[in-house]
């Protein structure tokens, strides 16, 4: 057989929502040339080498629906674009990335396809879909391919790219919540909550709550002791000593067995415990030394190891260590022993992915062997218990066991150092117990703790700290959301886009304004270039400035970038005029169905992510438009400019909203209820000759104001002052100086 090839012809990034999917997508454009000729069930072996290579594809149900439903189209035969899409998303999954979306179509162009997956991060994405054409050849020519090596690359690329697990539980329960998200970093954990004046911020397990000097103080290890000990929590006794010899001295004077460790250390490392020898004091301050700017020594807390996750002064999580010891067989050496007894154990890796780490003979695993009589090399006796390390992970969930007092403890020591986040270590012997009576002790206070721990703990049920944090920032009620709206249509989006922002500003309300004369922060024009893109809408969410943002979006950046935010609260599409668009870059059909990209499925994205409590406004006069009416998830308020437009009248009769005109005056109408705002001849942007497309782009504007719950006054000042410069608009509305009443909504059913 001929050697045949698969090109990426075109990679575009959509950020946003698109056509195909809400969360952002690749999408690719596959040239699998003569492949169009040979379907999978025609290329000898081809399908039992890569259900060989990713027996993993049985759990794809493709459009069958149905467990294994991928592997019955290879069998029956399906084009090679088709399998790229799953081979690809399979083999980020595999990488540890979380399920993912996908979608294959084909183009006008025979052979080439148009396929779309989950896109969690560029290089990744991209990386998938390379291998996965390297994997799909080598299976069609039977050839040779790594797949373990194809897996490592991915998961250190997801490792280096992808959001941590800490990060990344909080993510995922403030998206149950609703509450968007946007990553600030492209390989970082630096991630915005919410959009715009209702935003907050994360770092991991930091937040834009965690103070800068509570973080500093948590650093320092004898200060966070001064200060927590000074309230009454329990700490061991201990000093900051200057050299081997000082901290030998301290160590006789507390008593020995004693702790060593860096003042201002974390993740446990150059912790040196249950030290009895000045040679081991001497060993353990050499090394804790290079690991901080100084070294304290402790009394050493007989017990346990715990860490306590404190979330807004409440515990959320709790998890013990263990003792890591292998047990001698008489013929394997210890390094052996932890290789085959402990290291084996699944849950145990180099990631964040695992709960547990690898256990490796460091210089504390040294010091406990030695006090043994052994080493790496040594072999020990058969059945011999042997120490390897006394306070191992805190991998086992203890939540409810710990003592309520112990609890308070801990939550007081956190807020004493003053972290609404803070992993507490303390040390006992009965966690279900208070610490007190048992001489256990509070010997550290963490800033930024991982919380993988907790989200995937060793032994134990997993605990919903990632909610515990997203509650405590934005409490019961916030989405995290400012009101939103987005402009969608052929004509006129621009002028509606501006007037909705001259409205929201008319109400008090700090606009921001996205659109292709730039960007506006109220009545400031901060950008001159075009903003009508994924990136002029993106800067106005990351403004914590803005109260209420307005985004203009044209079929160029649905179809090249997608939307700038996941959801809206109000959704407007203008009309839709293919003839006046030149597409055929995306190869935008009149018609086509689901396989081809049409002006319909181009513009209902502004519909599909109108929110439930939200409201889409559809020209009724446009019948492409007006059939969106049936996908939006929230209230529909049509606007015509004949108020005996047919869809108009019957969205009426049914008790709903809309906008129109009667007796030359724009009116707000709720089934049989009006309200009469201004004359035509009032408003200067529709002027004097009243053309129809002024008057429908000012009706569109007035129906999402209305939306918005924007009042009667605002609405009639704004089509009144529309292009006019304003300098003081509560003097042009007395009433902005009162609570507004918002324009009278008769009640409406809902969709």
Avoid at 355 to 360: D, T
Avoid at 406 to 422: C, E, H, M, N, P
Avoid at 452 to 472: E, T, W
Wanted: net charge negative; glycine share 10%; proline share 5%.
């Amino acid at each position: 057989m001929k050697k045949k090839d698969i090109i990426i012809r075109d990679i575009i990034s959509l950020r946003g929502p698109s056509i195909w999917t809400y969360p952002p997508a690749i999408e690719a454009w596959i040239d699998i040339g003569e492949f169009e000729d040979y379907p999978s069930n025609k290329l000898p072996g081809f399908v039992d080498r890569l259900k060989a290579w990713l027996p993993s594809l049985v759990e794809h149900r493709c459009n069958y629906g149905e467990h294994g439903g991928f592997l019955r189209r290879l069998d029956e035969g399906t084009w090679l674009g088709h399998v790229l899409e799953h081979v690809a998303l399979e083999l980020m999954t595999l990488g540890g990335l979380p399920d993912g979306f996908g979608r294959t179509r084909e183009t006008t162009t025979r052979g080439v396809y148009k396929l779309a997956i989950s896109n969690w991060q560029d290089d990744i994405t991209r990386l998938a879909l390379d291998k996965g054409i390297e994997l799909i050849l080598a299976a069609v020519e039977d050839k040779p391919f790594d797949m373990a090596d194809t897996i490592d690359t991915l998961r250190r690329r997801v490792d280096r790219k992808y959001l941590g697990p800490s990060t990344a539980a909080i993510v995922n329960a403030a998206e149950a919540r609703g509450i968007p998200h946007i990553r600030l970093l492209d390989d970082g954990n630096l991630v915005q909550l919410g959009y715009g004046a209702a935003m907050r911020r994360i770092w991991t397990a930091e937040t834009d709550q965690t103070s800068a000097i509570a973080e500093t103080i948590s650093r320092d290890k004898d200060l966070t002791k001064e200060l927590i000990s000074s309230v009454g929590v329990p700490v061991p006794e201990g000093r900051e000593v200057d050299n081997a010899d000082d901290a030998w001295d301290a160590a006789e004077d507390i008593g020995v067995p004693v702790v060593v460790k860096p003042t201002d250390g974390n993740h446990g490392r150059g912790v040196f415990i249950d030290l009895t020898t000045k040679e081991e004091v001497a060993k353990a301050y050499a090394i804790a030394v290079e690991e901080g700017s100084g070294v304290l020594v402790e009394r050493s807390i007989q017990g346990i190891e715990h860490r306590l996750l404190v979330v807004g002064g409440k515990l959320v999580a709790a998890n013990r260590s263990d003792l890591i010891t292998v047990i001698g067989d008489g013929k394997s050496t210890v390094q052996q022993l932890i290789d085959s007894q402990v290291n084996i154990d699944p849950r145990r890796g180099t990631t964040e992915l695992h709960p547990l780490s690898i256990i490796r003979i460091d210089t504390a695993a040294r010091i406990e062997l030695e006090r043994q009589g052994l080493n790496a090399d040594s072999v020990p006796a058969k059945d011999r218990e042997v120490l390897i390390q006394r306070n191992a992970n805190h991998a086992f969930d203890c939540t409810d066991e710990v003592h309520p007092d112990t609890a308070q403890v801990a939550a007081l020591a956190a807020r004493v150092v003053g972290l609404d986040i803070a992993g507490i270590d303390l040390v006992c012997q009965d966690i279900s117990k208070p610490l007190g009576p048992q001489g256990g002790a509070i010997v550290e206070v963490n800033a930024g703790p991982s919380l993988l721990m907790h989200i995937k703990p060793g032994i134990g049920k997993p605990r919903p700290v990632g909610q515990a944090i997203v509650n405590n920032l934005f409490g019961d009620g916030p989405s995290g959301r400012v009101p939103l709206v987005g402009v969608t249509g052929t004509h006129g989006r621009n002028a509606v886009a501006k007037l909705v922002a001259h409205l929201i500003y008319l109400s008090g309300q700090h606009a921001g304004l996205a659109c292709k004369d730039g960007i506006y922060l109220g009545r400031r024009h901060v950008q001159k270039t075009c903003a009508a893109n994924w990136e002029g809408g993106r800067r106005l969410l990351l403004n914590r400035s803005v109260q209420a943002a307005v985004i203009e979006n044209g079929a160029p950046v649905i179809l090249g970038e997608g939307l700038a935010y996941d959801r809206c609260s109000v959704g407007i599409v203008t009309n839709i005029a293919p003839d006046d668009e030149d597409l055929s870059r995306w190869d935008v059909q009149p018609t086509g169905g689901e396989y081809y990209t049409t002006p319909r499925s181009i513009y209902r994205t502004q519909v599909d992510v109108v929110l439930p409590t939200g409201h889409a406004v559809l020209n009724a006069e446009d019948e492409l438009v007006a059939d969106f009416a049936e996908l939006c998830d929230g209230e529909v308020i049509f606007f015509a400019v004949d108020p005996a437009n047919p869809t108009l009248a019957t969205h009426l009769a049914a008790g709903k909203r809309g906008v129109t005109v009667v007796d030359k005056r724009v009116v707000l109408r709720a089934g049989n209820d009006e309200v009469r705002l201004s004359r035509l001849v009032d408003a200067p942007y529709i002027g004097k000759a009243k053309q129809a497309k002024n008057i429908a782009n000012v009706l569109a504007a007035i129906a999402a104001g209305w939306a918005m719950g924007l009042s009667k006054e605002v609405l009639t000042t704004g089509m009144k002052t529309f292009g006019l410069e304003l300098t003081d608009p509560a003097a042009l509305i007395p009433q902005l100086a009162k609570k507004s009443q918002p324009a009278k909504k008769p009640a409406t059913a809902r969709k």
